[in-house]
C-alpha cells in the first residue's frame, strides 16, 4: 500500500503493537523510535490530535484520520519521565503537554513552552497523578507567570482577571494594545483546577460519575454521558436501547437550553439585551421541563453508568413533545429580529474572524469549528446510538467571525429541537439501565457537547474502579483560537468575541 | 420587532410572584445585622459573585435570577461590577487553592458593612471536592460566612428566598440617620 494511501491503523500499526481490551478503537504500544515517527508522520498527515494525556507513566496520543473514519490512541511508555513534544506538529498538543507536566511530572523534551499551567504554584501537593504518588508542594506566589514578552511603540498592557466583571469563571486574560486595537491577548487558565481527576481514583463508576458530572456544570449530562460511555466500553456493557434514546433526549435540550442563553448573551453584550430576554425565558422553560421530567434543572445525576437514573415518563414525554412545538415559532421570531437589527449585526459581522490557518491547524470542535468551515461533530463522526438512526447534518458556516456562531447555535437549536420531536415518537420502550460488570478494560469515546466534542479515556482497574479518567473538553481546542480571533479587534468587543466562544474554564482546568 | 413589543403590551407578564424570605436564611441571620447597626443600608443590595472554583452550575442558576421570570433587580437587588460597589459577596465553588487569593482580595476590597454569603454545596460544605489537594473547601474556612444557601446547584427560587432574607434583615431593624 503507497504511503498516501496508509490509514491511522496501519501506519500506527507499523510503529507499534496493537494492546488488548482497548475499545471500540485500537490503542498501540510505541516505543521512543516509533513515537518519533509517529511525530514524522504527523508533519505530513491530516490527523487531527484529539487528546494527550498521561496515565502513570504512559503517555496517550489520540489521533482521528477522517478520510478512513478512523480513531485511535498511540501510547509511549516513559523510562526517564520524558517523550518527544508534539507541539511542532500538533499545536493543540502545547498546552497538553504543559498540563501533563503539571499532573504526571512527565517532560516533553523539545517542547516550546516549559511554563507551568494548571499549577499556580497553591496547591497542596505537586504532580498529583505521578506514577510514584504525588510529590511534596512546589508553592511560588500565584502572580508568578511569565507573560509572553511584547515590544513595539505605543503599547500598553491590560490585565482581567481572574475575578471578571459579570457573572462567569475566572480566568486571566493579559491583552497588549495599542489604543483601542488588541495586538495581542494571551489568557492564563486553571483557576478552578478542582483536581477532579485525582478525586475520581479508587471510585466505583457510580461515585465517580457525581464528580464527571461537575467537570462542567453547563455540559453534565455530555460530560456524564462521555464517562458512563468509556466506562461501559471498557467494561463491555451494553445498555439498554432505551437508556441511548432517553440519554439523547436530555443531551439534546441541554444543547437547546445552552444555546438558547449563549445567542441571548452575545446579543446583550453587544448591547441589545431584548433578545436575551425572550431567550432566556425560552431556557427557562426548558429548565422547568427538565425538572418535572427528570428531578434536576440542568439534568445532574440523570446519566449514570449502564443507563440513565429516571426513566421518561408518557406525560413528560407529552410536555416535551409540547414544548418543542411552542419553542420554535418564538424562537424563529428572535432570529428574524437579530436578522433585521443592522446596528447588532454592525457589532458581530466580520468581527473576532477566527484566523484560517490556525483552524486548520488546531480542528476546533463544535460550534466554534462549524462557524469557521470545520465541519465535526461526534454525533456524526464517529457518531454512537441513537444518533446513527436520525439523519441529520452539522451545520457549516465559513465566515468564522461572531455572527457565524451565533447562526451556527440557531440553526442547531432548530435542529435539536427536530430531533427531540423525533425521538420523542421513535424511542423504543424497555429497560432503562443495566449493570456494569466489575471488570479491567479500557475505553475511549467522543461525545458531543453543545460546545464541541469531548473526549472520555477511561482505565478500569481489576475490581471495576476507576483507575484513571481522562476528560478533554472541547475548550481545550478552542480557548488557543480566541486568542488568534481577537487580533486586531477592538477592546470593547473582546466580551462579545468571548461570549461567542463560550468556552469553558473548569471543563478545562477540571 | 415592534409586534412582539405589542404582543408583550396584552399578555401576562411572565414574571412569578416572588417567595417569601426563607425561614431558615431568616435564622441564619438573626443578631448578625444589629452588630452594624450604625450604618443605614436602605432597601437596596448591591452583589458581588465570586467564581471560587465552581462547575460553573451555580453561576447559570444565578444568572437565571436575572431573567424576566425571577427578574431579581425588582427587589432592589443588583449584580455589580465592582467589590468597592457592592454589600454582598456571592461566592460559589469550593474554594480552589488558585483562586484562593483572589476571593479574599476581593473581599477585602469591599467596604464594610459587607455580608459573606456561601451559594451551593461547594462553597458551604466543599461538596464533592472537600479534601482536594486542589481545593481549600468550604468557603468558611477562608473567610467567616454570614449566610449559606445549600444545593447543586441552588435553584433560582433557593437563591432568591435567601437572597431576600438577606435584604430583609439589612433592612429592618436600622435606622435612618436625622438629617442635620
Request: hydrophobic share 45%; with cysteine.
Amino acid at each position: 500500500m503507497s504511503e498516501s494511501r496508509a490509514t491511522l491503523h496501519t501506519v500506527l500499526a507499523g510503529f507499534g503493537q496493537a494492546v488488548a481490551s482497548h475499545r471500540p478503537w485500537p490503542r498501540y504500544a510505541l516505543d521512543i523510535a516509533g513515537w518519533r515517527q509517529l511525530i514524522d508522520a504527523l508533519g505530513h498527515r491530516r490527523w487531527p490530535l484529539l487528546g494527550l494525556w498521561a496515565d502513570g507513566r504512559t503517555v496517550h496520543a489520540a489521533l482521528e484520520d477522517h478520510s478512513a473514519g478512523e480513531f485511535a490512541v498511540a501510547s509511549l511508555d516513559t523510562v526517564d519521565g520524558t517523550y518527544a513534544s508534539l507541539g511542532a506538529v500538533r499545536p493543540a498538543a502545547l498546552r497538553l503537554e504543559r498540563a501533563l507536566r503539571d499532573l504526571a511530572g512527565l517532560n516533553a523534551t523539545g517542547g516550546a513552552d516549559d511554563r507551568p499551567w494548571l499549577d499556580h504554584g497553591q496547591w497542596r501537593a505537586a504532580t498529583p497523578l505521578a506514577a510514584e504518588g504525588a510529590r511534596p508542594a512546589t508553592s511560588r506566589p500565584g502572580t508568578d507567570y511569565r507573560f509572553l514578552p511584547v515590544d513595539g511603540d505605543g503599547l500598553h498592557q491590560i490585565p482581567v482577571g481572574p475575578v471578571h466583571a459579570g457573572i462567569i469563571e475566572p480566568g486571566h486574560f493579559r491583552f497588549h494594545a495599542n489604543g483601542e486595537t488588541i495586538v495581542r491577548l494571551e489568557a492564563r487558565l486553571g483557576y478552578t483546577h478542582k483536581g477532579t481527576e485525582t478525586l475520581m481514583r479508587g471510585k466505583s463508576p457510580t461515585e465517580a460519575v457525581r464528580l464527571a458530572g461537575r467537570i462542567s456544570g453547563d455540559s453534565t449530562v455530555a460530560h456524564a454521558l462521555a464517562f458512563c460511555r468509556a466506562v461501559e466500553a471498557a467494561s463491555g456493557t451494553e445498555v439498554p436501547a432505551r437508556a441511548h434514546w432517553v440519554r439523547a433526549v436530555m443531551a439534546e435540550w441541554e444543547r437547546v437550553a445552552n444555546h438558547l442563553g449563549d445567542i441571548g448573551a452575545i446579543c446583550n453584550d453587544a448591547a441589545f439585551p431584548y433578545i436575551q430576554a425572550h431567550s432566556t425565558v425560552l431556557r427557562e422553560k426548558v429548565l422547568q421541563a427538565c425538572a418535572k421530567a427528570f428531578g434536576h434543572r440542568l439534568m445532574m445525576d440523570g446519566v449514570v453508568p449502564g443507563g440513565v437514573a429516571v426513566d421518561l415518563a408518557p406525560e413528560q414525554a407529552a410536555a416535551f413533545a409540547g414544548l418543542a412545538a411552542d419553542l420554535l415559532p418564538p424562537f424563529a421570531a428572535l432570529c428574524r429580529i437579530y436578522d433585521s437589527k443592522g446596528s447588532l449585526l454592525d457589532r458581530t459581522v466580520t468581527t473576532g474572524i477566527t484566523i484560517r490557518s490556525e483552524v486548520e491547524r488546531f480542528w476546533p470542535p463544535g460550534p466554534v469549528g462549524r462557524a469557521a468551515g470545520a465541519g465535526r461533530d461526534a454525533r456524526l463522526a464517529p457518531g454512537y446510538p441513537p444518533y446513527d438512526e436520525l439523519s441529520f447534518a452539522a451545520p457549516r458556516f465559513t465566515a468564522g467571525d461572531v455572527d457565524a456562531r451565533v447562526r451556527v447555535r440557531m440553526e442547531e437549536v432548530r435542529q435539536s429541537v427536530h430531533m427531540i420531536q423525533r425521538m420523542l415518537v421513535a424511542m423504543p420502550d424497555g429497560p432503562t439501565r443495566t449493570a456494569v460488570p466489575a471488570r479491567a478494560g479500557e475505553g475511549m469515546v467522543l461525545v458531543e457537547a453543545f460546545r464541541g466534542e469531548i473526549l472520555g479515556w477511561v482505565r478500569l482497574a481489576d475490581d471495576g474502579t476507576i483507575a484513571r479518567y481522562h476528560a478533554r473538553d472541547a475548550s481545550w481546542l478552542q480557548w488557543p483560537l480566541l486568542e488568534t480571533a481577537v487580533y486586531d479587534n477592538i477592546v470593547a468587543d473582546f466580551p462579545l468575541c468571548n461570549k461567542s466562544f463560550n468556552c469553558s474554564y473548569s471543563g478545562h482546568d477540571l | 420587532m415592534l409586534k412582539q413589543i405589542t404582543r408583550s403590551f396584552f399578555s401576562r407578564p411572565v414574571t412569578i410572584n416572588g417567595p417569601a424570605a426563607g425561614g431558615d436564611a431568616l435564622k441564619q441571620l438573626a443578631g448578625k445585622v444589629e452588630a452594624l447597626a450604625n450604618k443605614r443600608l436602605g432597601r437596596s443590595l448591591a452583589i458581588r459573585e465570586i467564581d471560587a472554583g465552581s462547575c460553573n452550575g451555580c453561576e447559570l442558576e444565578i444568572h437565571a435570577l436575572n431573567n424576566p421570570i425571577y427578574d431579581l433587580e425588582r427587589f432592589g437587588i443588583r449584580f455589580v461590577a465592582s467589590p468597592r460597589h457592592a454589600d454582598v459577596l456571592l461566592v460559589t465553588g469550593p474554594v480552589s487553592l488558585n483562586m484562593q487569593e483572589a476571593v479574599l482580595r476581593t473581599i477585602a476590597a469591599t467596604p464594610e458593612p459587607r455580608w459573606v454569603v456561601a451559594a451551593g454545596d461547594c462553597a458551604c460544605t466543599g461538596g464533592l471536592f472537600a479534601g482536594s489537594y486542589a481545593c481549600a473547601g468550604a468557603l468558611d474556612t477562608v473567610v467567616p460566612v454570614d449566610l449559606r444557601i445549600p444545593g447543586c446547584p441552588p435553584t433560582p427560587l433557593q437563591l432568591l428566598e435567601g437572597l431576600l432574607a438577606l435584604l430583609e434583615a439589612s433592612a429592618g431593624r436600622i435606622a435612618s440617620p436625622k438629617p442635620t
